[in-house]
């Protein structure tokens, strides 16, 4: 598929963490001719249902869901202007503990080779230049997240392609911003305890240690769109609480860390395709 066109890859666990996390340098990178390339490893089924009905209560259908979000998944798609989608359609493992963790066909229970082998062949397809995943800890502790992480790391391993690799973070400052926003816009959240506050005080990285910052301000119309696209998960995705304006105040800048390189691009870099082009 090489064609001498820049190629993007984004592993994702579920239909709107393509939004969230990299929604601004899909659109922007879409926008300078480089080819963006979105796989959403689970179907998204432990999502909301209809009228915002959860998990495991009655009128959740998972099929249902499922179908629901991927067309939202494509929707977002479009906004982001993605060139590629592709799904490796696991059923979703919901939150670390849930019983659906253990459920057959979980993305969580799917061993990392047989995912890792299916990722690999969309990498030999589309020879990314970079791929662009979650920490090992999927970034604050989600099952799929981790599981994302294992098969991108290990389906590089399987292939002989040496692109630059990047794992999403977000700094500590804006970490504390997003704190005081939550308590700003959300009337009825709570203080954590000092268990959960300990814990989110781990999410992100020290300002210093984050390799890679791209503006993506411009974008940030787009971003939001894909995000207002999953409609369904309205309940769940603050952001779309704030407004576009703060909205792309907050989330403009995306952050990320290098993990592997062959360039020798400097770091702190502002492209994750320095040393590309």
Same mark, same amino acid.
């Given at each position: 598929?090489? @064609?001498?066109? /820049?190629?993007?890859?984004?592993?994702?666990?579920?239909? @709107?963490?393509?939004?969230?996390?990299?929604?601004?340098?899909?659109?922007?990178?879409?926008?300078?001719?480089?080819?963006?390339?979105?796989?959403?490893?689970?179907?998204?089924?432990?999502?909301?249902?209809?009228?915002?009905?959860?998990?495991?209560?009655? %009128?959740?259908?998972?099929?249902?869901?499922?179908?629901?979000?991927?067309?939202?998944?494509?929707?977002?798609?479009?906004?982001?202007?993605?060139?590629?989608?592709?799904?490796?359609?696991?059923?979703?493992? %919901?939150?670390?503990?849930?019983?659906?963790?253990?459920?057959?066909?979980?993305?969580?229970?799917?061993?990392?080779?047989?995912?890792?082998?299916? /990722?690999?062949?969309?990498?030999?397809?589309? #020879? *990314?230049?970079?791929?662009?995943?979650?920490?090992?800890?999927?970034?604050?502790?989600?099952? +799929?997240?981790?599981?994302?992480? #294992?098969?991108?790391?290990?389906?590089?391993?399987?292939?002989?392609?040496?692109?630059?690799?990047?794992?999403?973070?977000?700094? =500590?400052?804006?970490?504390?911003?997003? %704190?005081?926003?939550? =308590?700003?816009?959300?009337?009825?959240?709570? !203080?954590? +305890?000092?268990?959960?506050?300990?814990?989110?005080?781990?999410?992100?990285?020290?300002?210093? !240690?984050?390799?890679?910052?791209?503006?993506?301000?411009?974008?940030?119309?787009?971003?939001? @769109?894909?995000?207002?696209?999953?409609?369904?998960?309205?309940?769940?995705?603050?952001?779309?609480?704030?407004?576009? !304006?703060?909205?792309? +105040?907050?989330? %403009?800048?995306?952050?990320?860390?290098?993990?592997? +390189?062959?360039?020798?691009?400097?770091? *702190?870099?502002?492209?994750?395709?320095?040393?590309?082009?």
């Amino acid at each position: 598929m090489k @064609d001498g066109t /820049l190629t993007l890859m984004a592993v994702h666990a579920h239909p @709107d963490d393509e939004a969230t996390g990299t929604g601004g340098v899909l659109a922007r990178y879409a926008a300078e001719g480089i080819r963006t390339v979105l796989v959403t490893c689970t179907d998204g089924s432990c999502g909301d249902g209809p009228g915002g009905v959860k998990p495991g209560h009655p %009128g959740h259908d998972p099929a249902a869901v499922a179908a629901m979000r991927r067309r939202e998944l494509e929707a977002s798609c479009d906004v982001l202007k993605v060139s590629d989608l592709e799904t490796l359609d696991y059923a979703d493992s %919901g939150m670390m503990g849930w019983p659906s963790n253990d459920a057959p066909g979980a993305f969580w229970q799917t061993p990392v080779k047989e995912g890792a082998a299916r /990722l690999a062949e969309l990498m030999r397809r589309y #020879r *990314p230049d970079v791929v662009v995943t979650y920490d090992e800890n999927g970034f604050y502790g989600h099952p +799929d997240h981790i599981q994302a992480n #294992r098969i991108t790391m290990a389906a590089l391993e399987m292939t002989t392609l040496t692109p630059k690799v990047y794992w999403t973070t977000a700094p =500590r400052s804006m970490m504390q911003r997003f %704190g005081e926003v939550l =308590r700003e816009f959300g009337e009825d959240f709570p !203080e954590p +305890d000092p268990a959960e506050a300990e814990a989110m005080a781990e999410i992100g990285l020290p300002d210093e !240690e984050i390799t890679t910052w791209v503006d993506t301000a411009t974008f940030g119309g787009q971003k939001f @769109d894909a995000l207002a696209a999953h409609a369904s998960q309205g309940e769940n995705i603050f952001f779309l609480k704030m407004g576009q !304006e703060r909205f792309t +105040d907050l989330m %403009g800048v995306e952050t990320f860390v290098r993990v592997q +390189d062959t360039t020798g691009a400097a770091v *702190p870099e502002n492209d994750l395709f320095a040393g590309l082009r």
